[in-house]
């Protein structure tokens, strides 16, 4: 038992490295573009969250291993890269936080984690600090600080950097070789970006053809898709069901779209999947002999779960419109904080 936790860890440990390390191409965009602005919103996220490791899992609830993984400091550097370039420090320092804390302390390990921290680091700005993340806030751009102009990039230009959006989307060549980096180590497989990518693209050309107003940006997708939706502990370990959990988060965030949510919809589209990544590990595993097949109970069973999780977007949709989302997340830090009580 100890072995096999052993093994965890380290394994853990190795893939937290390859993270941080096909994240320094977004790292070196980003300073390339706005100086050390946005290099210290991710430090600021980074270092509230190894704080919060370091006094939760390691003090109160004595997980001396929780250190060795860089989970805080992984968890920290992802959140950084989903805020805006110019995020006032306090915020980023409380998403770093508030993604460690509720996202893996509350659930003693990386390992047991039920919902994406990173995502959950984004969630409560938006929940605490609605107006920083506005589609008009400043903190998305500052022209006095940028060193490119946006007037000059057109055309491929844009693919190899942009002077707008989350921090970790400034160049989609950035996120491209990032995610070449994290397939060649193994650490992430097609299955979710793929099924994901191609299922936002015809939502794209479904929302055109209806003239719904999409503000996501394609940059935000692929970052999302390739170094959020890929984690390994709150999705699917089975090539057919990470397939299915991406087609599902690309489905519920056109859905969103359609509804009229989003700058909430990935995110709110990856909490509902996280909830049935368990159920789907178990209807989407391999046999006996390590081949993926799946029987038509197992079918009716998948189509079951997409039904229910197509019904839980348009509750979620209902609770957004008419404004009760704050409260669910309310109501989940009294939980994490019971849990968090009940875990010392």
């Not at 893939?15 to 980003?30: E, T």
């Not at 509804?259 to 368990?278: D, K, P």
């Not at 229910?308 to 419109?321: K, N, P, R």
Request: glycine share 8%; aromatic share 14%.
């Amino acid at each position: 038992m100890f072995r096999k936790k052993k093994e965890l860890q380290e394994n853990i440990t190795k893939a937290n490295i390859d993270i941080l390390v096909s994240l320094l191409p977004m790292l070196l965009v980003a300073f390339f573009i706005y100086e050390t602005t946005p290099l210290l919103v991710i430090l600021s996220a980074v270092g509230a969250s190894e704080a919060i490791d370091v006094i939760f899992s390691l003090i109160i609830q004595k997980n001396k291993g929780t250190l060795k993984d860089l989970s805080g400091i992984t968890i920290g550097a992802l959140t950084g890269l989903v805020l805006a370039p110019f995020t006032p420090l306090y915020v980023a320092a409380f998403a770093g936080g508030m993604a460690t804390l509720f996202g893996k302390a509350v659930y003693r390990g990386t390992d047991k984690k039920i919902f994406n921290p990173v995502i959950l680091g984004k969630l409560f700005v938006l929940t605490f600090f609605p107006a920083v993340l506005a589609p008009n806030s400043q903190a998305w751009t500052n022209s006095q600080v940028m060193k490119i102009s946006g007037q000059n990039i057109t055309g491929l230009t844009s693919f190899i950097i942009v002077d707008r959006g989350i921090i970790g989307e400034l160049s989609i060549v950035a996120m491209v070789i990032g995610a070449i980096y994290l397939i060649l180590r193994t650490k992430i497989t097609w299955h979710i970006p793929v099924s994901f990518f191609v299922t936002i693209f015809f939502g794209y050309y479904i929302a055109a053809a209806y003239n719904i107003n999409v503000v996501t940006t394609l940059g935000e997708i692929i970052f999302m898709g390739i170094f959020v939706l890929t984690d390994s502990f709150t999705t699917p370990r089975h090539g057919l069901g990470k397939v299915f959990f991406g087609f599902l988060a690309g489905l519920s965030t056109i859905i969103f779209w359609f509804l009229g949510i989003n700058t909430e919809s990935i995110i709110y589209s990856v909490l509902i999947l996280n909830l049935f990544t368990r159920p789907i590990n178990t209807i989407f595993r391999p046999n006996v002999f390590g081949v993926e097949s799946v029987s038509f109970a197992e079918i009716i069973q998948g189509i079951g779960f997409a039904i229910i999780i197509v019904i839980l977007v348009f509750a979620v949709s209902y609770l957004h419109t008419f404004g009760f989302v704050p409260y669910i997340v309310y109501i989940y830090v009294v939980y994490g904080i019971w849990r968090l009580y009940n875990n010392r």
